[in-house]
């Protein structure tokens, strides 16, 4: 068993942790995200580890205690690595889905390597229109992206509305690991923030009510994992905009999921009295997307100083360039943010072929930042506003996470024990266990959009 590393001392400054509680919380066991050349292990152990903490805390604030009452806690490193890569362990009765589609991947340019994204019908579509209709095929999108530059490629790609970033070979600019700031109405008695009860381990967020705005993996993640605290999650989403099966039978434990129109003044009336009724909201969505419609968290803070709010972008909210407002996922930040290309070691005899993380650690890591930063937001009595990125996390992994020691950790690791069955919306879902070591969720998710949006 080890005690803490240098990435956990470091994240838990970052959300405002008391120093030392970080002793609290130690590590055992084995994992396999120890190869290749940035720290992805530490950077996996000290996400989960800090996410745990922040739980501890909460669950001992509202016992009555204060940070002499925080319970040690082991994280174990086998259910870190299986859960960093719950998607590739997700069998939906007995089915692998598919993570990748054809035309997501790596494309070599005529001056360098692109990696796109076209997992949804609608980017794979804007991908077709932005380079012709022969790139509908591997073979044809390969054609289409070998006779043009890498960032040509890119803002093609990207006028359509697709995702295609050109591999960087230098690290993008330092960013925050997170941004915090105060409503200036903190307090669960102020504002409309509602006063929290206590709460015992093993659901120490008991009763939290969490708006859950958003999609993918990180933002899912982060509130898959509050759930499984006991918040009540209400996941809302677009009708136009539906989400996977595959990607919502794996991050949808914990949560309800409903559907809302914001054009449509009936269902923002409904999102209204939610907001009205909610302790957090967490929001995914690309830089100025919720603004319009006034959700973004400065406007939430002003009406309703006693939220917790957090956002999480892709690029940073201090991008560089234009990136800042552009979407984006763990894949494409890999590659635009400099990681792809030192991951790459010649795969397949061809030198400059770039790489890839041992997981989709900027999601995942990102994800157990989100929520021990809303766990501590609460213990502290809301009214905050949090800003997240996977640049962010991307930065902190390139830059900043202490490496541990060479190749893939301790021997013996295996998925396993780490597996766990349950019936959903889906069918028979086998899924990763969270490695949070709290509670659990009892039952699988619901189908996507198929529950009332009304808190329980």
């Not at 209709?133 to 044809?140: F, S, Y």
């Not at 400099?338 to 790489?355: D, H, S, T």
Request: include cysteine; charged fraction near 20%.
């Amino acid at each position: 068993m080890t005690t803490h590393d240098g990435g956990t001392s470091q994240a838990w400054a970052a959300l405002g942790g008391a120093g030392e509680l970080v002793g609290r919380v130690a590590y055992r066991g084995g994992s396999d995200l120890g190869e290749g050349p940035l720290p992805v292990r530490e950077l996996a152990r000290a996400t989960v580890g800090v996410c745990s903490l922040a739980a501890a805390e909460l669950a001992a604030v509202r016992g009555g205690g204060g940070v002499d009452d925080v319970a040690p806690l082991v994280v174990d490193e086998g259910a870190v690595a299986t859960a960093f890569v719950s998607e590739r362990h997700l069998r939906v009765e007995g089915r692998e889905p598919v993570t990748f589609a054809p035309l997501s991947g790596f494309w070599e340019a005529a001056d360098g390597w692109v990696r796109t994204h076209a997992n949804y019908p609608h980017h794979r579509e804007a991908l077709v229109r932005a380079l012709g209709a022969g790139a509908g095929t591997p073979e044809g999108l390969r054609e289409a992206v070998a006779g043009r530059g890498a960032v040509e490629v890119q803002e093609l790609v990207y006028g359509e509305g697709g995702l295609a970033v050109a591999v960087a070979e230098g690290y993008g600019e330092r960013q925050p690991l997170v941004e915090v700031w105060e409503s200036g109405g903190r307090g669960r008695g102020r504002g409309r923030g509602r006063v929290l009860g206590a709460a015992a381990l093993p659901l120490p967020a008991a009763g939290v009510r969490v708006l859950d705005l958003t999609r993918v993996i990180a933002g899912p993640v982060a509130t898959r994992t509050l759930g499984l605290l006991g918040a009540d999650v209400l996941r809302i989403d677009s009708p136009g905009l539906p989400e996977s099966d595959d990607a919502h039978a794996d991050t949808g434990f914990g949560k309800r999921s409903a559907v809302l129109d914001l054009a449509d003044a009936g269902d923002r009336a409904v999102l209204e009295g939610l907001l009205d009724g909610a302790d957090v909201v967490v929001s995914g969505y690309r830089p100025g997307a919720l603004e319009r419609y006034g959700l973004g968290a400065r406007e939430l803070l002003a009406g309703r100083p006693g939220l917790v709010v957090a956002e999480l972008c892709a690029w940073g909210w201090r991008g560089w360039g234009p990136w800042a407002g552009r979407r984006g996922f763990d894949s494409l930040v890999q590659a635009g943010y400099g990681i792809a290309a030192v991951c790459g070691g010649g795969g397949g005899g061809r030198p400059g072929v770039p790489g890839v993380l041992p997981a989709q650690a900027l999601d995942h890591g990102t994800g157990y930042l989100v929520a021990a930063g809303v766990l501590r937001a609460l213990a502290e009595g809301g009214g905050r506003g949090l800003r997240f990125s996977l640049a962010g996390t991307a930065s902190w992994l390139v830059r900043d996470v202490p490496a541990g020691p060479a190749g893939p950790g301790e021997a013996g690791y295996a998925a396993e024990p780490w597996l766990r069955e349950v019936s959903s919306g889906y069918g028979v879902l086998r899924y990763a266990g969270a490695p949070v070591p709290f509670g659990g969720w009892g039952r699988g998710p619901s189908r996507w959009g198929s529950d009332r949006p009304v808190w329980r």
